[in-house]
């Protein structure tokens, strides 16, 4: 006990006092006294990993606050593919934007998941933004969530409730606009179409999502959309409706092993935590009675009006059924 104290630069009498504090805590002995000695407990001894554990996850956070202070100027090259378009990641990095307006945002598109993965092993982007699973095992991985997409049709297409979710085997002669680019998510939606025994009748194929919404926008054609852009196409007047079955896929960040660099790992950080404050709104409307897109409209007024007050994420209304949330 003596060297110990020494070693934490404290009384022997705090310390001992701090070890009683803990077993009155974890209502546990930690030690067996005998005479002048301690010897640990079998509880003792399997609290040593957790609490080094506790003790690295302390120091590493330590290290990341250190770098935010730190972070002035410098820039971040990021990856995506065309299932994870460049205006998702802008409205996911926004809070870091904010927090870091010296750090220069550099983003790149590759044609797919392989693609990216080989570039940000040869280090040509530092952090890459994917649909999951990725073809190669030799990079680090950070989930983020599930792309949900919904179906964006024109103001006014006959046959499309958008109170009523739609079975895909009755979207019969709906003209569909595609990005052909978009390889992965192209093969998920066909399959769920087969599945339904649906033979898509093709209106248009375009190079992004911009375009896919601006000949919806116009009559031309519906779309498979993601969760985020569908509220900008329902606020702009289209019909949005969700899918059965739903069409979704995981989706989150690709690096190489290793620590990431200061601007690198803050960014990943602020991006899991906006999305995390969009998705859990999300889920308390729903909790709350609301359709989906609802509440996306919903939680994205409140966050760009409330964004200083994190305290309303947690305060959930009493919910009109019992419904478990869904991953967005």
């Given at each position: 006990?003596?060297?110990?104290?020494?070693?934490?630069?404290?009384?022997?009498?705090?310390?001992?006092?701090?070890?009683?504090?803990?077993?009155?805590?974890?209502?546990?002995?930690?030690?067996?006294?005998?005479?002048?000695?301690?010897?640990?407990?079998?509880?003792?001894?399997?609290?040593?990993?957790?609490?080094?554990?506790?003790?690295?996850?302390?120091?590493?956070?330590?290290?990341?606050?250190?770098?935010?202070?730190?972070?002035?100027?410098?820039?971040?090259?990021?990856?995506?593919?065309?299932?994870?378009?460049?205006?998702?990641?802008?409205?996911?990095?926004?809070?870091?934007?904010?927090?870091?307006?010296?750090?220069?945002?550099?983003?790149?598109?590759?044609?797919?998941?392989?693609?990216?993965?080989?570039?940000?092993?040869?280090?040509?982007?530092?952090?890459?933004?994917?649909?999951?699973?990725?073809?190669?095992?030799?990079?680090?991985?950070?989930?983020?969530?599930?792309?949900?997409?919904?179906?964006?049709a024109p103001p006014g297409t006959p046959g499309v409730d958008p109170a009523e979710p739609l079975r895909l085997a009755r979207l019969g002669d709906l003209p569909l606009i595609i990005r052909p680019s978009a390889v992965r998510e192209q093969d998920i939606v066909g399959t769920l179409l087969r599945h339904e025994a649906v033979v898509p009748r093709i209106a248009a194929q375009v190079p992004n999502r911009h375009a896919q919404m601006t000949l919806v926008l116009q009559g031309a054609g519906a779309a498979f959309l993601p969760l985020r852009m569908a509220t900008a196409a329902s606020r702009a007047g289209a019909i949005v409706v969700e899918t059965r079955p739903e069409v979704r896929t995981p989706f989150g960040i690709v690096h190489r092993t290793g620590r990431l660099g200061a601007a690198a790992q803050s960014f990943v950080i602020e991006c899991k935590a906006e999305l995390d404050r969009w998705n859990n709104r999300i889920a308390v409307l729903q909790e709350s009675g609301l359709p989906l897109l609802a509440a996306a409209l919903r939680a994205d007024e409140e966050l760009k009006t409330r964004k200083s007050d994190a305290s309303f994420v947690d305060a959930r209304p009493e919910p009109a059924r019992s419904t478990p949330p869904q991953p967005r």
């Open positions: 006990m003596n060297r110990a104290a020494q070693h934490l630069h404290l009384a022997q009498a705090s310390l001992s006092q701090s070890i009683r504090q803990l077993e009155r805590e974890l209502k546990v002995p930690l030690f067996h006294r005998t005479g002048r000695s301690l010897v640990p407990s079998p509880a003792g001894r399997l609290l040593v990993e957790p609490a080094r554990k506790i003790l690295d996850d302390v120091l590493a956070a330590q290290d990341i606050m250190r770098a935010a202070r730190e972070l002035q100027v410098g820039s971040i090259t990021i990856g995506t593919m065309p299932e994870m378009s460049s205006e998702a990641v802008a409205a996911w990095s926004g809070t870091f934007t904010r927090l870091h307006p010296g750090i220069r945002i550099d983003v790149q598109e590759y044609t797919s998941a392989g693609q990216l993965c080989e570039e940000v092993i040869a280090g040509n982007c530092e952090i890459g933004f994917t649909t999951f699973p990725v073809p190669n095992t030799s990079v680090a991985t950070v989930e983020l969530g599930v792309q949900r997409l919904l179906l964006v």
